[in-house]
């Protein structure tokens, strides 16, 4: 109980919004992960998750990263017990996203009753490096929701292992740390770091290119030019 109660004050003031992060969120919401990236040639998008929420709306995933990882239970292959994953989302905070790693399991961490909790909370979002089930009641909620699989069978949820809280989370390539800014939309996930100065500054090269494609798009439909005129300035 001592050691979580250092990592509640540990991590709380790691993840405690900058000043300027209101309005970077709102400069962001205009932005997507494709101007992103072309803003930022080097980063790594994460693509091996798939959106779970409603495929019809723009909804986007924007904040900072709580993360988590399960336990491995010996006797049964694969799988994992997501006590870790609860405790994490009990002490969560607007604004965040909750990121967990199931280590690819095929056992469930996470349905309705989890992404319910977590919009109550008024979390940014999940991401789920592993296995969530209740996939059509998410479909319905304009809640952001990442996994890797889908899978009706949940896994344990009896041992609580505080060395497994906020340490970093891998996904495919990218590594995510708690405090971490995360953007994500129908395209993929970025993870755009803890720069501010840095992320403001990819906010808005990337509303600018947003703003011009969306020029180009209209000369192209509405103007009847063809494409290869503006290939020189893409």
């Given at each position: 109980l001592k050691r979580l109660s250092y990592l509640k004050r540990?991590?709380?003031?790691?993840?405690?919004?900058?000043?300027?992060?209101?309005?970077?969120?709102?400069m962001l919401k205009i932005c997507d992960t494709p101007s992103l990236c072309d803003a930022d040639k080097t980063m790594v998008p994460i693509?091996?998750?798939t959106a779970r929420h409603s495929p019809l709306r723009d909804i986007k995933l924007i904040g900072r990263a709580r993360t988590v990882q399960t336990v491995k239970e010996e006797g049964i292959e694969n799988m994992i017990d997501f006590r870790n994953i609860v405790e994490a989302l009990?002490?969560?905070?607007?604004?965040e996203v909750l990121v967990a790693d199931s280590h690819q399991s095929s056992y469930s961490v996470a349905g309705e009753l989890f992404s319910a909790e977590a919009r109550r909370r008024h979390l940014a979002g999940i991401l789920i490096n592993g296995s969530c089930r209740d996939s059509l009641t998410i479909s319905r909620l304009d809640f952001p929701f990442y996994t890797k699989s889908v899978s009706p069978m949940a896994g344990r949820c009896t041992q609580?292992?505080?060395?497994?809280?906020?340490?970093p989370v891998k996904i495919g390539n990218v590594t995510i740390h708690t405090g971490d800014v995360l953007f994500g939309d129908k395209d993929g996930i970025l993870n755009l770091g803890q720069d501010l100065e840095r992320i403001e500054f990819l906010a808005n090269r990337a509303a600018e290119i947003r703003e011009h494609e969306r020029l180009v798009?209209?000369?192209v439909l509405e103007h009847d030019r063809c494409l290869i005129e503006f290939m020189n300035v893409l």
């Open positions: 540990k991590y709380s003031s790691n993840i405690k919004q900058d000043s300027k992060w209101p309005v970077l969120r709102r693509i091996a998750l009990m002490n969560s905070c607007p604004g609580l292992d505080t060395s497994l809280l906020y340490i798009y209209n000369e």
